[in-house]
């Protein structure tokens, strides 16, 4: 018994209605869901068919209103020699009905909602699009919720995701290809792209890393997301995910591509430029003066994350001198009692925060303020009050902790640059975290995103080459597309000349 | 690999840094915080003092105390180690402040404590030198505006600097930077104690890392007039007061006929005018002529900063340089240059 679609490759619909209706109900044997109904046409021709779907993907209503009225009700004439094209160009009320001999792509239509025809005397079939299962409909995403600025966030629908963006782009430059990936999933994937804008071998790297893909489902983006992004064991990302159209369609517009996964809300778009990290969702939306003030905070807050208990431990333990005096002092009284060296008092508090946050995020929101206090209030006062760790250091983590939460998108690198840093502080002071950070800003520099240096924005200091980088310029400065674009489309104005002759 | 190979040059950079995993890293509350050292000596034998502060870890509610340890030998490591060797913990003097140099030290002693505090890299170049009668009278006195009263000497001397108009910030670093260029001059705070506390008195004239004499505070203001290390303050001639700024200080020579030395300060001052300038001339001229007289040696340093600023003073003087000083007389002039 054939398990997956590609098998029925060389499969191909006999004459007889009953032989077909037969195979779809054994390709089908296991499926519950399976509805199918014989329809006999005795009106104006006489013909039997037989209408497959599967229970909840498709809209009965549609399908009763499309499919099977018309075909009891059949008054036309058949001018049409081939049947199936009879019945779909003259029958059905469906705006888009396919006819096709390919048992897969029969299969396929059906487990996306479309019903099939099958008709007696015929070695096609016919496939009409009934799609209705439920979304969980346009609403916006948690996780990047904006003051001003657009409020839609995408569904798991690929269909409804693709008809957002185009909302946003109204341009018959706006390309989608359809790719199938998943042996079993046989999950659909756009490609999305502005045709005259896109970096072809960016596309075609992407397209190729797809195509290599070998897996038995993908169930979200980020299935793919691992196994096609530059520098898999990297602790920063080499492509962009963003559950936001107007994200998406801002991204197309530099020239990027997007990879939307059926079955998540989730959007892939690439290359991913490090400073990507940085950049707020609406710091587009907001006065440049305010986005570009929130975007240094960010940078700095990332930098403090990742930094101060590192420094502060090799200032603690090695660096004394770095300490101003009165505050060497307070910590020293502080930390008097403390049974722990302060590495490993860093340690145990990094470990508490993340496990603070974890089960701050799982939470029901309604907890969620509960475990602040009792995890945040009450274990920290009472663990200082029993000499379990010192204030300073609750201070520092704490701060490092709360700064690493600017940065949402760089939540996984903050927390393993942020143990590592303090390791090497531990073992070599100062030395040790520069030399981290050295390491750590060579991985940076080295890292690339399909063929694009992912700091390629500060590879000319120039204003324009920085303009959404460190901070957001004005719309009216923004006069290219970011450098990784090809020359020739950087510009986002017409031509001077172009302008003229208008 | 080449990533392999940058790893390993970043890890080999550090660890030829100096920095170890033996580096003997420990927190602050292992360690005594020495707020201030000491030294004195008497021939042959040096001691150290060193201010600890005391944090008792066990009972860190207590307020911290500050403990004066004693400590003496043949070399200034043996004075340290005695020291240490009755504390339950290593010193910390990372965040010492003051080393004060007492009043029997001698040049040698003094050479020895500058090596001494240059090479031990726990020791900041930026602690303050000072000079006193005694350190141990000086470093035991209970503080009064912070934790140790080697503290309270840091907070005189930078309120005082910025009061007075007399740079008296003698960072260790600035003395043994003079020391290494050659300057046979320097000065160092004076402390004593009074019956009020510590006091800062003037300054400690050193030449040659020799103590050759005092200046009370009225003297000091115009020694560091005449060696340009002045801002603006108040100079006290007798009993008149006077709000000045120094602007510039010139120095210049001539050694045709006779040798003579010129000194030319720019002035500021509300109050100030030729009959007062006159009388500023007079007494820098007398502190000169006194300086001279006990000292016998150019302890102002004209010719240490006619060296500097003159290649042909240098060139021609320069290694009898306290001949020509003794040979030549001494012209000050001040000049008003407007407001203040």
Same mark, same amino acid.
């Given at each position: ?49 037989? !209408?497959? @779907? =599967? $229970?909840?993907? &498709?809209?009965?209503?549609? +399908?009763? #209103?499309?499919?099977? /009225? ?120 756009? !490609?999305? @792209? =502005? $045709?005259?804008? &896109?970096?072809?071998?960016? +596309?075609? #790297?992407?397209?190729? /890393? ?123 009284? =502080?930390?008097?009692? &403390? ?5 490993? #008092? ?157 | ?340």
């Amino acid at each position: 018994m054939p398990t997956q679609i590609s098998d029925y490759e060389n499969t191909a619909l006999s004459l007889s209605l009953d032989e077909n209706m037969l195979l779809f109900r054994n390709i089908f044997s296991k499926e519950s869901v399976l509805r199918f109904k014989k329809i006999e046409v005795r009106d104006n021709w006489r013909c039997d068919c037989a !209408i497959f @779907y =599967l $229970d909840g993907m &498709v809209n009965v209503e549609l +399908l009763n #209103e499309s499919i099977v /009225r018309p075909l009891l009700t059949v008054k036309q004439e058949r001018t049409e020699s081939r049947l199936a094209d009879y019945i779909v160009k003259q029958i059905l009320f469906a705006s888009e009905a396919k006819v096709t001999s390919k048992i897969p792509d029969m299969i396929r239509a059906m487990l996306y909602g479309d019903t099939l025809l099958l008709i007696d005397g015929c070695t096609e079939a016919v496939t009409v699009n009934t799609k209705g299962w439920r979304t969980r409909g346009i609403s916006e995403p948690d996780d990047e919720k904006v003051l001003q600025g657009p409020r839609e966030g995408f569904d798991e629908a690929a269909m409804f995701n693709l008809a957002m963006i185009r909302r946003k782009l109204l341009t018959p430059d706006f390309c989608t290809e359809m790719m199938r990936i998943g042996r079993r999933s046989d999950t659909i994937v756009f !490609i999305c @792209y =502005l $045709d005259s804008l &896109v970096r072809k071998k960016t +596309l075609d #790297e992407l397209k190729k /890393r797809l195509k290599e893909l070998d897996t038995d489902g993908i169930l979200d983006s980020n299935y793919i997301t691992e196994r096609i992004r530059d520098h898999p064991f990297s602790l920063f990302k080499t492509t962009g995910s963003t559950e936001r159209p107007d994200i998406v369609a801002a991204r197309l517009l530099e020239g990027r591509i997007a990879v939307v996964v059926d079955g998540t809300p989730v959007v892939i778009t690439l290359p991913y430029l490090f400073s990507e990290n940085f950049q707020s969702d609406e710091d587009y939306y907001l006065s440049y003066l305010v986005a570009s003030a929130g975007r240094v905070l960010r940078y700095l807050c990332f930098f403090l994350s990742v930094s101060i208990p590192a420094i502060f431990i090799a200032a603690a333990t090695f660096h004394k001198e770095l300490l101003p005096t009165s505050l060497a002092l307070s910590v020293t009284q =502080l930390r008097g009692g &403390v049974p722990f060296p302060p590495f490993a #008092e860093c340690l145990l508090l990094i470990l508490v925060f993340e496990i603070l946050k974890e089960t701050g995020v799982r939470m029901p929101q309604s907890l969620g303020h509960a475990l602040s206090i009792v995890g945040g209030l009450v274990v920290g006062q009472a663990a200082v009050e029993a000499r379990i760790i010192s204030a300073p250091m609750l201070i520092v983590v704490a701060l490092s902790g709360i700064a690493g939460l600017m940065v949402p998108r760089l939540k996984g690198a903050v927390f393993y640059l942020r143990l590592l840093f303090v390791v090497l502080s531990a073992l070599f002071g100062l030395y040790g975290y520069i030399a981290g950070i050295t390491l750590t800003l060579i991985h940076i520099l080295d890292m690339r995103s399909f063929g694009t240096s992912c700091t390629v924005s500060l590879s000319k200091a120039n204003f324009q080459s920085l303009k959404d980088t460190v901070w957001r310029a004005p719309w009216f400065a923004m006069r290219t597309r970011p450098l990784f674009n090809s020359n020739i489309t950087r510009s986002r104005e017409k031509k001077a000349n172009e302008k003229n002759s208008d | 690999m080449k990533k392999i190979l940058i790893s390993a040059a970043v890890l080999m950079l550090t660890l030829l840094s100096g920095c170890r995993f033996t580096t003997g890293g420990a927190a602050n509350d292992r360690r005594f915080i020495v707020a201030a050292i000491g030294f004195e000596s008497d021939g042959a034998l040096i001691t150290v003092y060193a201010e600890t502060i005391i944090i008792n870890s066990e009972t860190p509610e207590n307020e911290p105390t500050p403990k004066l340890l004693k400590g003496r030998g043949a070399t200034i490591n043996e004075a340290f180690e005695e020291i240490e060797a009755s504390l339950a913990r290593p010193l910390m003097l990372e965040h010492c402040g003051i080393i004060a140099v007492g009043g029997g030290v001698t040049a040698s002693w003094f050479d020895r404590i500058c090596d001494y505090c240059l090479n031990d890299r726990r020791i900041t170049l930026s602690s303050y030198m000072i000079s006193c009668d005694s350190p141990e009278k000086l470093l035991s006195k209970k503080p009064e505006s912070s934790v140790a009263a080697g503290y309270d000497i840091m907070g005189i001397i930078e309120q005082r600097s910025s009061s007075s108009g007399i740079f008296y910030d003698s960072r260790f670093f600035e003395i043994e930077g003079l020391r290494e260029k050659g300057r046979s001059v320097f000065t160092l705070p004076f402390f004593t104690l009074t019956a009020d506390g510590i006091s800062l008195d003037g300054l400690s004239l050193y030449r040659d890392d020799r103590l050759t004499g005092r200046l009370s505070t009225d003297d000091a203001v115009l020694y560091s007039l005449m060696t340009g290390n002045f801002d603006r303050g108040t100079v006290r001639i007798g009993t008149d007061e006077y709000r000045i700024r120094l602007r510039s200080a010139e120095y210049d020579y001539t050694d045709s006929g006779e040798n003579r030395l010129y000194l030319k300060l720019r002035l500021t001052g509300d109050s100030l005018d030729d009959t007062v300038c006159e009388r500023l001339e007079q007494e820098l001229d007398r502190l000169e002529s006194r300086l001279r007289l006990t000292s016998g040696t150019d302890v102002v340093g004209f010719t240490d900063i006619l060296s500097e600023r003159h290649t042909d003073f240098d060139e021609k003087h320069g290694r009898y340089a306290a001949e020509f000083y003794k040979s030549s007389d001494f012209t000050v002039e001040c000049l008003v240059s407007g407001g203040i």
